[in-house]
Each structure stands twice: as C-alpha cells, then as structure tokens.
C-alpha cells in the first residue's frame, strides 16, 4: 500500500477509524532529516500490508503537528484504535522503525 498524505479533513477517516495500527510521518520539504528518513518511509509503505503509513506536512497541517506535540522533526507516531502507542523524534533506520510498531 503507498504512502497517504493526510489532512486536517481526512485525519479522522485515515487514522482515527483505521482498522490497523498507523505509522504517521510529520514530515516539512525544507527538513533535511526529513528527506533522508522519506525513502525509508515510503519502502515501509510498499512493505507492510498490515500498518497504514501516512505523512503529515507539519508546514500544510499545523493543527495536527501542535495536537500531537511535534516540537521537532522528524516526528514518527503510531497510533492504534484512535489512540497513540507510540512515537519518536529524528531520523530512525528501518529497523528502529519496525521495532517502534512492535515487529
């Protein structure tokens, strides 16, 4: 499944009523960080079948990067049932990646 960009407007649908856990990115174009972790991110999206990946542009959804507290990015969130289990902030390697949604 590929990546979903996410929206204020589409927040609830994508990830509130998810039927799987979700891996959100809060991502900005200008990062640096961002762009080295967005490959590996966009590789899990092809890979996993059973979490959803989406990416939130923190400059585009201000609302959703302060309602998560994103202080700095990049920001990985996995929430399950509505409800964050999850997160970590800066670049992390595939397998700090799986390892954060519990494979």
């Given at each position: 499944?590929?990546?979903?960009?996410?929206?204020?407007?589409?927040?609830?649908?994508?990830?509130?009523?998810?039927?799987?856990?979700?891996?959100?990115?809060?991502w900005?174009?200008?990062?640096?960080?961002?762009?080295?972790?967005?490959?590996?991110?966009?590789?899990?999206?092809?890979?996993?079948?059973?979490v959803?990946?989406?990416?939130?542009d923190?400059?585009?959804?201000?609302?959703?990067?302060?309602?998560?507290g994103?202080?700095?990015?990049?920001t990985?969130?996995v929430?399950?049932?509505?409800?964050?289990?999850?997160?970590?902030?800066?670049?992390?390697?595939?397998?700090?990646?799986l390892?954060?949604?519990?494979?």
């Amino acid at each position: 499944m590929a990546v979903v960009h996410v929206t204020t407007d589409d927040f609830e649908k994508e990830v509130l009523q998810a039927d799987k856990p979700v891996l959100i990115d809060f991502w900005a174009t200008w990062c640096g960080p961002c762009r080295m972790l967005a490959p590996v991110i966009d590789q899990l999206g092809e890979e996993l079948t059973d979490v959803k990946v989406c990416k939130v542009d923190v400059d585009q959804e201000p609302d959703l990067a302060s309602k998560f507290g994103v202080m700095s990015i990049p920001t990985l969130v996995v929430m399950q049932g509505g409800e964050k289990v999850a997160s970590s902030v800066g670049v992390q390697g595939k397998a700090a990646i799986l390892k954060l949604l519990g494979k």
